[in-house]
Every structure is written in structure tokens, then in C-alpha cells.
Antibody, heavy 119, light 106 residues
Framework: EVQLVESGGGLVKPGGSLRLSCAASGFTFRTYSMNWVRQAPGKGLEWVSSISVSSYIYYADSVKGRFTISRDNAKNSLYLQMNSLRAEDTAVYYC?????????????WGQGTTVTVSS | DIQMTQSPSSLSASVGDRVTITCQASQDISNYLNWYQQKPGKAPKLLIYDASTLETGVPSRFSGSASGTDFTFIISSLQPEDIATYYCQQFDDRFTFGGGTKVEIK
């Protein structure tokens, strides 16, 4: 079964750091581009960051310079290092797989992990 | 940055009704447009990609079309299990989601 499982969310103070993980199973992880998408409480979806098969990386302007996406193909895992966190980063963070060979069609999603930034 | 204007933000319809949601892109995105369904407390689910291609396993009452920078999503006959929020998403230049349309049963 194709599956993505996020972890690492929690409560952190403004200015703090957190590292999210996404464990992939049921497919050949190294051959898929991956994404992080977030959803603030009661709000819509916001794309955060993506990493391609060849590790080409791009970020939303709202997180550029503060967040770092990475992948470990040997561990079938995707990561999001979040630094200098702000209250507006409070959200459910989803990892999502791109359809194979296409960047931007997110065909498999995890269940999400909740990040709360508050003092 | 490409903006996606989705309307309406919410709608109420009866079972069996035809439901129409639109998304307008701020610039040409060709057909690089997807539609997702999100039920409360759940992750989004891909329904339609490339503006009009139905994802495998998605019921045929869902459809999508494009005309220039205007995109339309239709549920031909609303079912109780279709209660959800629907989002469009462009992937021509990075990614942008529309604001969402919450669909309720009247």
C-alpha cells in the first residue's frame, strides 16, 4: 500500500525550530518528486516547498530562507527543517507525492502533522 | 506570482443537483490545473489533473474543463458523500491553490 506518514509536529515558541519527517512506503521513493503543503486552522491549502528527483528545490516566498527541504532516498524519507518559526507558521503540514514524471500533480498525501507556534 | 481566484467560497445544493465551481488564473497557465477534494479532518484527495483528466477511481460525476484562464469543475449530480471543500491548484509556475469552495447539502 502506498503510504506517507508525517511526524515531528508539536508546540514551539516563536523563533524556535522544528524538523518534520515524512516516511514513505509502498513505492520507489527515489523516483518521485515530493512536496510539503500546509493548512492553517480554518484556512485553505498553501504550498510550502518541493524537491525533485534530482534534488532541485523550490520554496514559497513565505518560508524562503527559514525552511529547508531535504530527502534521504536510502531511508525513504522527506524532511522539512523549520527555523525562525512565527505564529503564522501554525498549521497542519502535509507531505504529498507528485505523480511520477510530473511536477505539480500531487496524487498521494499523508495524514498531516500539526505545528503550533505560540509562546 | 500566479493568483488563483476560486468562486464561490461556499454553496448549498440539494442531492442530485448539478454543482459548478470556477477558478480563474491571473495569467495563462495552459492546462496545468488540478482539482482536489478535502473532507473535514482529512488530507486532500486528487480528483482531476491537467484541467480535465479524471484521476483513476474517481466517479464520473466529477468533471473539469478549461477555457483560456478560466477553469470549471462540475459535480453532475451531487451525492451526500460529496460534502467537502474543493480546491483548484495551478502548477504552471511553482504551485498556487485557490481559496477553496465549501459544498454543503441543502
Amino acid at each position: 500500500e502506498v503510504q506517507l506518514v508525517e511526524s515531528g509536529g508539536g508546540l514551539v515558541k516563536p523563533g524556535g525550530s522544528l524538523r518534520l519527517s515524512c516516511a514513505a512506503s509502498g513505492f520507489t521513493f527515489r523516483t518521485y518528486s515530493m512536496n510539503w503543503v500546509r493548512q492553517a486552522p480554518g484556512k485553505g491549502l498553501e504550498w510550502v516547498s518541493s524537491i525533485s528527483v534530482s534534488s532541485y528545490i523550490y520554496y514559497a516566498d513565505s518560508v524562503k530562507g527559514r525552511f529547508t527541504i531535504s530527502r534521504d532516498n536510502a531511508k525513504n524519507s522527506l524532511y522539512l527543517q523549520m527555523n525562525s518559526l512565527r505564529a503564522e507558521d501554525t498549521a497542519v503540514y502535509y507531505c504529498a507525492r507528485d505523480r511520477r514524471g510530473v511536477i505539480g500533480i500531487m496524487d498521494v498525501w499523508g495524514q498531516g502533522t500539526t505545528v503550533t507556534v505560540s509562546s | 506570482d500566479i493568483q488563483m481566484t476560486q468562486s464561490p467560497s461556499s454553496l448549498s445544493a440539494s442531492v442530485g443537483d448539478r454543482v459548478t465551481i470556477t477558478c480563474q488564473a491571473s495569467q495563462d497557465i495552459s492546462n496545468y490545473l488540478n482539482w482536489y477534494q478535502q473532507k473535514p479532518g482529512k488530507a486532500p484527495k486528487l480528483l482531476i489533473y491537467d484541467a480535465s483528466t479524471l484521476e483513476t477511481g474517481v466517479p464520473s460525476r466529477f468533471s473539469g474543463s478549461a477555457s483560456g484562464t478560466d477553469f470549471t469543475f462540475i459535480i453532475s449530480s451531487l451525492q451526500p458523500e460529496d460534502i467537502a471543500t474543493y480546491y483548484c491548484q495551478q502548477f504552471d509556475d511553482r504551485f498556487t491553490f485557490g481559496g477553496g469552495t465549501k459544498v454543503e447539502i441543502k
